[in-house]
């Protein structure tokens, strides 16, 4: 507790200890209410001056005015009528309750959920003297060595030079499987140094690394208002005025009206009733629960490795209903593997012997990939003129044979006959001495997430996951197939992709919303086209950073039921609050209007809404998430 | 010019109250209260001196709540 709310606290009790001797004493008349007055000043009296503050500047619908006003109203009443001032002091210290009640879990709640969003090191190591001196990290020039000690956050992002650790990323990526680094492993800030001592040689400035970038993002993440907020902020605005008018409504128009009829006018009663108006007018348990269950859902969110980058996004999340991936490194590993091998005479292995010679001194992914699959050492000296044929494959003499490894490209122009082949992945068809001698596959490895993803989301109400890819539509198709996606197309250059985009939000009613997902790399116009551009695995990638308006801090697909439902829970959260703290006042203001509810009651709904709304909110912060526990278990055993 | 204060204030409708009155302030484009991050983020219009429109922001502020601070 801050000393402002501890001093409230104080005021709180003294004022409840004053007022229990009162409540048993037999006292009468001027002497009651003085005494009286003893508490209502120790707990209101801030209440009091802040009110005449309020009017001096003009502020009539302010709470501390209201609050004045009914109170003091009713401390009247009992002078006039009732002879009972324990209402009006009472009103006023549980007034006060629940204004430090708020304060002091909201207050906590905020720092819990700042904390848990702040990675930011206070400081660097650097070694000078054969000492290590800690030193703001913003001074660190690019190319220092600073050094990290076990238990210390990597404050910027740089190359390991000297030790070897394992690392903990769970911070940044929400993952708590501990990573390995050692000498040449690029380290990010923002993980914790587990083990071992690491001398890191920076690559980055302070303000550049990956913590300083999603630091920002984060601190300004609430500050887009979703519209549920904006709703509530106007509603705010609205609403005090209203109840306070129709408050005055209800102190004069029913007496008058009972004048006219020939009745006695009853004006305390009332005057009574349009006071208690004025106990539920302040819209505070509204005005602090949604912008706290949104904060709430966006700290829960960065705990699980995913950022998003405010309330608006997270609300339009909420309606997702259709997900259109991008294929090559978001659903697939992006890494390029040989699936099965078709000779025609030759043994497989001879097969890709051949190939694998003929490619030896290429770079490509797919001749990466093929002496990946094959496991013996390569005898470059048995390679001779190789020859490149652009965006076809390779000529090259292999054992004095003249192979040919390539596309069907590369078969037509040197019109060797080949085979159509309709498998869904890319082929590379290998010729010996122009004579057909049989094909390789090479296919991209799903990631092993993506299958539960598209089923989880479309059990959370997606209506349509659309795959886009630059690749065959073959391939395409197979992949869409593979994860029961609704539809594949293929064959689209990344402009392509934007028009797919813009055609398809075209056909998305109102209200719902079109997510693209993707890996960030080359989609970057995608991304920002459409409603909610998640981008995956973006650690350590700027412009990523800078497209999405949702990131996710490592590439499980997985981690995309686990936003949507955050979303939707935390929507659900907002809403249940808007409907209640509403439904609640509402209902206080029609009891309170024909006499059943008294201030008593009133005060008590307004501080038991608000306590509720603010802990219904607290809710959001957590997520249950589709993790790999399975694959934990398994390496548990 | 957009710039970001430290800001001290307890309820959220006084947060959105500060809002409003800091929107009105001549010389400033937008203003957001984050009342989370007890945040105010001003949009300064161009050829404006942020200094001397912060002092009017923060009498404005003061105005519509009087126990609100603004570290500028």
């Known amino acids: 507790m801050t000393g402002k709310q501890k001093k409230m606290l104080l005021r709180i009790l003294l004022a409840t200890a004053c007022m229990i001797p009162l409540f048993f004493l037999p006292l009468q008349g001027a002497l009651k209410f003085l005494l009286y007055l003893i508490p209502y000043g120790i707990v209101g009296y801030d209440i009091l001056w802040n009110a005449l503050k309020g009017i001096r500047n003009g502020q009539i619908f302010d709470e501390n005015f209201l609050m004045a006003v009914a109170t003091l109203g009713a401390l009247v009443l009992g002078i006039t009528k009732t002879g009972d001032y324990m209402e009006a002091v009472a009103v006023m210290l549980f007034y006060q309750i629940g204004e430090l009640f708020q304060s002091v879990a909201v207050g906590k709640s905020r720092r819990s959920i700042a904390a848990l969003m702040d990675l930011h090191p206070d400081y660097a190591n650097i070694e000078a003297d054969g000492e290590l001196k800690a030193v703001d990290p913003e001074e660190i020039a690019v190319g220092s060595i600073i050094v990290v000690q076990p238990g210390e956050r990597i404050p910027i992002d740089g190359v390991v030079t000297e030790g070897q650790s394992t690392l903990d990323a769970a911070a940044l990526t929400g993952e708590s499987l501990p990573r390995s680094a050692s000498i040449g492993d690029e380290v990010l800030s923002g993980c914790i140094n587990l083990s071992g001592v690491l001398k890191v040689k920076t690559t980055k400035e302070f303000g550049e690394s990956t913590v300083s970038r999603i630091m920002e993002l984060v601190e300004n993440a609430s500050s887009h208002k979703s519209h549920s907020e904006r709703f509530i902020s106007k509603f705010a605005r609205y609403y005090t005025p209203c109840v306070c008018i129709s408050a005055l409504l209800l102190a004069v128009l029913p007496p008058l009206v009972q004048l006219l009829i020939g009745k006695s006018a009853v004006w305390g009663d009332w005057l009574y009733r349009a006071l208690t108006f004025l106990v539920i007018s302040c819209p505070c348990a509204l005005v602090i629960s949604i912008p706290l269950t949104f904060f709430a859902g966006l700290g829960g969110a960065s705990k699980a490795g995913i950022l998003i980058k405010g309330s608006n996004y997270l609300e339009a999340l909420s309606k997702a209903k259709t997900f259109v991936f991008d294929k090559t490194g978001t659903l697939t590993q992006g890494v390029f593997q040989v699936s099965g091998i078709y000779p025609t005479e030759l043994s497989s292995s001879q097969l890709l012997e051949y190939a694998v010679l003929a490619e030896s001194s290429s770079s490509h992914p797919i001749s990466k990939s093929l002496q990946a699959a094959y496991s013996l050492p390569i005898d470059r000296s048995r390679v001779k003129n190789i020859l490149e044929v652009s965006g076809k494959g390779i000529q090259a003499e292999v054992y004095g044979k003249v192979i040919h490894v390539g596309n069907s490209g590369l078969m037509e122009e040197f019109s060797i006959p080949y085979p159509e082949v309709t498998e869904a992945s890319t082929i590379v068809h290998i010729a010996i001495d122009r004579t057909y001698a049989g094909y390789i596959l090479i296919s991209d490895k799903l990631k092993p997430g993506s299958k539960d993803a598209v089923k989880a989301l479309k059990d959370h109400g997606v209506r349509q996951t659309i795959l886009l890819s630059g690749d065959r539509q073959a391939v395409a198709s197979a992949v869409g197939r593979q994860l029961n996606m609704d539809k594949s197309y293929g064959e689209l250059l990344p402009g392509d992709k934007v028009q797919q985009v813009e055609q398809l939000l075209t056909l998305n009613q109102a209200k719902e919303t079109l997510v693209f997902v993707g890996d960030g790399l080359n989609d970057a116009p995608v991304l920002s086209r459409a409603d909610i551009g998640i981008a995956m695995g973006a650690l350590g990638s700027d412009a990523a950073i800078e497209a999405a308006d949702i990131v996710l801090m490592d590439d499980d697909p997985r981690k995309l039921p686990t936003a949507l439902r955050l979303a939707k829970r935390c929507m659900g959260i907002v809403y249940q609050n808007i409907v209640f703290a509403i439904g609640i006042k509402l209902l206080c203001l029609l009891l309170g209007a024909i006499g059943i509810a008294n201030m008593w009651l009133a005060i008590f709904a307004d501080v038991g809404v608000m306590v509720l709304a603010v802990l219904n909110a607290i809710r959001a912060l957590f997520i249950k998430q589709y993790d790999r526990k399975e694959e934990m278990k398994h390496d548990e055993h | ?72």
Do not use: W
């Not at chain 2, 957009?2 to 302030?25: Q, S």
């Open chain 2, 1 to 72: 010019m957009k710039k970001t204060y430290r800001i001290e204030v307890d309820c959220g409708n006084c947060a959105n109250k500060m809002e409003i009155a800091a929107g009105k302030v001549e010389g400033v484009a937008s203003a957001t209260v984050n009342f989370m991050t007890q945040k105010l983020i001003i949009e300064f219009h161009e050829d404006v001196q942020p200094s001397t429109v912060m002092e009017q922001v923060r009498k404005a502020c003061k105005k519509v709540v009087s126990d609100c601070e603004i570290y500028i």
